[in-house]
T-cell receptor, first 112, second 111 residues
Framework: GAGVSQSPSNKVTEKGKDVELRCDPI?????LYWYRQSLGQGLEFLIY????????KSGLPSDRFSAERTGGSVSTLTIQRTQQEDSAVYLC?????????????FGNGTRL | RKEVEQDPGPFNVPEGATVAFNCTYS??????FFWYRQDCRKEPKLLMS???SGNEDGRFTAQLNRASQYISLLIRDSKLSDSATYLC????????????FGKGTMLLVSP
């Protein structure tokens, strides 16, 4: 079956522009996560969705970052007025449930 | 102390060698533990969960030491294809919202 799909694969933008990153999770997965990974760094948690609601937005680095999920499926991460420090790989992951031993399935990421 | 700490490496080993990585965590109440593998410019993939009693999957053995707050990964008979970065992942509580990834240990297996 299809895995987690992210688009675009790569995005080059100019400072100050807005960008939208899309994640299509595995069908039936209720939990969806956004992480970002800067060059040579570990994964930084951004936001987590359970269905369409986001119980944990604690990782969003600033109010320029927002995310939504509709229909319990596709999620969009929006970065407004992008800055150079936003450059990273943005990874989306989904999981069938939030049980502590349920593995995360990652997409290929969007390189911004 | 960082939440999840790993030696970044790289660990350079010849094919067939046995290699072990440790990962320390700061939250003594952490509940679940995992090893993920990340190939260069690829997404992380679950390698194995780490159970309290220790567990083995083929050439890979994972151990948990709660008293000293570390987990380990042992790879026997290393293959070239084992070259990757190994990420230690700790879940301090229920749910994945607080899943914490280490920065990873790089392994390079040479012919």
């Amino acid at each position: 079956g299809a895995g987690v799909s992210q688009s675009p694969s790569n995005k080059v933008t100019e400072k100050g522009k807005d960008v939208e990153l899309r994640c299509d999770p595995i069908s039936g997965h209720t939990a969806l996560y956004w992480y970002r990974q800067s060059l040579g760094q570990g994964l930084e948690f951004l936001i987590y969705f359970q269905g369409n609601s986001a119980p944990d937005k604690s990782g969003l680095p600033s109010d320029r970052f927002s995310a939504e999920r509709t229909g319990g499926s596709v999620s969009t991460l929006t970065i407004q007025r992008t800055q150079q420090e936003d450059s990273a790989v943005y990874l989306c992951a989904s999981s069938p449930m939030t049980a502590s031993n349920s593995p995360l399935h990652f997409g290929n990421g969007t390189r911004l | 102390r960082k939440e999840v700490e790993q030696d970044p490496g790289p660990f350079n080993v010849p094919e067939g060698a046995t290699v072990a990585f440790n990962c320390t965590y700061s939250n003594s109440a952490s509940q679940s533990f995992f090893w993920y593998r990340q190939d260069c410019r690829k997404e992380p993939k679950l390698l194995m969960s780490v159970y309290s009693s220790g567990n083995e999957d083929g050439r890979f053995t994972a151990q948990l030491n709660r008293a000293s707050q570390y987990i380990s990964l042992l790879i026997r008979d290393s293959k070239l294809s084992d070259s990757a970065t190994y990420l230690c992942v700790v879940n301090p509580g229920g749910g994945y919202s607080t899943l914490t990834f280490g920065k990873g240990t790089m392994l390079l297996v040479s012919p």
